[in-house]
């Protein structure tokens, strides 16, 4: 089983939306809102890599950066397992 989890990520330095949407989405616990902590790619050696071990993708769509740059914050649905009882 999964929950489903909705991850809001805003533009850095817009603290008006990051208020704004926290305060919209705080009684609901399925939502997260967040900065962009983003500084750069991260990948720029022309290295062969190993395999890779996550199971999903985990950057943010190529049009993220548009998205960001004219609406201000990105919505990301994403799963996450489910503890069962024990």
Known sequence: MTD???YIIVRRGDKELFDRLRTRYADDPQTV???DRRTGAR???REPL????R????RLPHN???ILATRGYF???GTRPRLSPA
Request: glycine share 4%.
């Open 4 to 6: 489903s989890r909705r």
């Open 33 to 35: 809102v967040r900065y």
């Open 43 to 45: 990948r720029r050696a």
């Open 50 to 53: 190993v395999a890779e071990r």
């Open 55 to 58: 199971r999903g993708e985990r």
């Open 64 to 66: 993220a950066d548009r």
């Open 75 to 77: 919505v990301i649905r």
